[in-house]
Nanobody, 125 residues
């Protein structure tokens, strides 16, 4: 059973940076073929932020974060990162790490079978 644990959330002023981490355990290479970050802002639906499928070179970013966020994974594929720069108040949300055994991107949360508990990111103006 895949277990995902996020860390790195916190409070920051607009224009600042944060790096989120997601540690994976109990996984196989197949079960975590693609990894992603989603977020849920207050009063809104959960939305995909970015995803990465290293084996297939498939990377996705939501338009709202392109040029500001960067998704990456360590060589052992045990930790997923989300570098967030030039943060805006509208980036305030709970951020979730997710994994899928399929070749998918973070446009639909139903594509992802495994989820972390989330980490809060708050950006003040």
């Amino acid at each position: 059973q895949v277990q995902l644990v996020e860390s790195g959330g916190g409070s920051v002023q607009a224009g600042g940076s944060l790096r989120l981490s997601c540690s994976a355990s109990g996984y196989s290479t197949i079960s975590t073929r693609c990894m992603a970050w989603f977020r849920r802002a207050p009063g809104r639906e959960r939305e995909g932020v970015a995803s990465l499928c290293p084996g297939g070179g498939l990377t996705y970013y939501a338009d709202s974060v392109k040029g500001r966020f960067s998704i990456s994974q360590d060589n052992a594929r045990k930790t997923l990162y989300l570098q967030m720069d030039s943060l805006k108040p509208e980036d305030t949300a709970v951020y979730y790490c997710a994994a899928s055994p399929s070749w998918v991107v973070a446009t639909n949360q139903a594509n992802f079978a495994y989820w972390g508990q989330g980490t809060q990111v708050t950006v003040s103006s």
